[in-house]
C-alpha cells in the first residue's frame, strides 16, 4: 500500500508539472520607449514576454533582450476574448513621456489588465499598441 500511494504521489506531481508547461507560452514585442510595470522603469528595447497561465492564475515575466533585466508582474483582470482573432500584444497607456504597460494579449485569445501608477488629474494620456509575435505554444 506505501508504494502506490508513492506512485500516486509522483504521478500527481508529474500531471502538475505538465499543466505548466502546457499554459506557457512566450512573445517577442520591440517596444520603442521605457515604461513603467509592477514599480519599475523598464528602458527600451526587445522584450520576451513569457506568459503562464497554467492552474488558472496568469502570471507574466517580462524580459528585456539586451540587458537580461527582468520583471515579473500578476495581472489583475482577464478578459476572454475569440480564440480565432486576439493577436499578441503590449498596450502602454502614456502621459507626457511617460508611459506605463496596461495590458497584455498573449496571443491566446485572452487578455489580461496589468496595474499602472496613478496619473495626474486633468494630465491628457494616449494608448500605444505594441504588436508581438508569438514565439512559441506549447
Given at each position: 500500500?506505501?508504494n502506490?500511494t508513492?506512485?500516486?504521489?509522483?504521478?500527481a506531481?508529474?500531471?502538475v508539472?505538465?499543466a505548466?508547461?502546457?499554459?506557457?507560452?512566450?512573445?517577442?514585442?520591440?517596444?520603442?520607449?521605457g515604461?513603467r510595470?509592477a514599480?519599475?522603469?523598464?528602458?527600451?528595447?526587445s522584450y520576451?514576454v513569457?506568459?503562464?497561465?497554467s492552474?488558472?492564475v496568469a502570471?507574466?515575466?517580462?524580459?528585456?533582450?539586451d540587458?537580461?533585466?527582468?520583471?515579473?508582474?500578476l495581472?489583475?483582470a482577464?478578459?476572454?476574448?475569440?480564440?480565432?482573432e486576439t493577436?499578441?500584444s503590449?498596450?502602454?497607456?502614456?502621459?507626457?513621456?511617460?508611459?506605463?504597460l496596461?495590458?497584455?494579449?498573449?496571443g491566446?485569445?485572452?487578455s489580461?489588465?496589468?496595474?499602472?501608477?496613478k496619473?495626474?488629474k486633468?494630465?491628457?494620456?494616449r494608448l500605444?499598441?505594441?504588436?508581438?509575435?508569438l514565439?512559441?505554444a506549447?
Open positions: 500500500m506505501k502506490l508513492t506512485k500516486m504521489m509522483i504521478a506531481a508529474a500531471l508539472v505538465a505548466g508547461v502546457a499554459g506557457a507560452q512566450t512573445i517577442k514585442a520591440e517596444v520603442p520607449f515604461f510595470v514599480g519599475t522603469v523598464m528602458p527600451a528595447g520576451r513569457n506568459a503562464n497561465t492552474a488558472g502570471l507574466f515575466t517580462l524580459t528585456n533582450e540587458t537580461h533585466h527582468s520583471i515579473m508582474t495581472p489583475y482577464h478578459n476572454i476574448q475569440n480564440k480565432g493577436a499578441a503590449l498596450t502602454f497607456e502614456c502621459s507626457g513621456s511617460t508611459c506605463a496596461v495590458s497584455l494579449a498573449p491566446s485569445g485572452d489580461y489588465k496589468i496595474w499602472k501608477p496619473m495626474e486633468g494630465e491628457d494620456s500605444a499598441v505594441i504588436r508581438a509575435v514565439v512559441n506549447r
